[in-house]
């Protein structure tokens, strides 16, 4: 694993950041902990890279709540794309003559 932060999914609505950081605190030290409200996933970052997997190994699959964790290492954020997407084939000119 190269980075020291989980996606972490498949959680139930009622949970809380100390609650999900007290699960991961048992695999190692937890630098932040975010849950994204009403979508049932969060993020959790480890101290280093080791950890991380040793927690991701452990709790991939695990029942916690009622709900079976899926625990893998979060991808980097996309790019937003703001405004329009870009023209193909150059501007577009209307060259009719009235």
Do not use: C, W
Request: hydrophobic share 30%; glycine share 14%.
């Amino acid at each position: 694993m190269q980075g020291s932060k989980l996606y972490v999914g498949n959680l139930g609505y009622s949970i809380s950041k100390q609650e999900l950081e007290d699960l991961f605190a048992e695999h190692g030290q937890v630098k932040e902990v975010r849950i994204m409200e009403g979508k049932g996933f969060g993020f959790v970052e480890m101290s280093n890279p080791s950890e991380a997997e040793k927690a991701k190994e452990a709790l991939d699959g695990s029942d916690f709540k009622g709900f079976t964790l899926k625990v893998d290492e979060a991808r980097p954020p996309r790019k937003k794309e703001g405004g329009r997407p870009p023209r193909r084939g150059g501007p577009r000119r209307d060259f009719r003559r009235y």
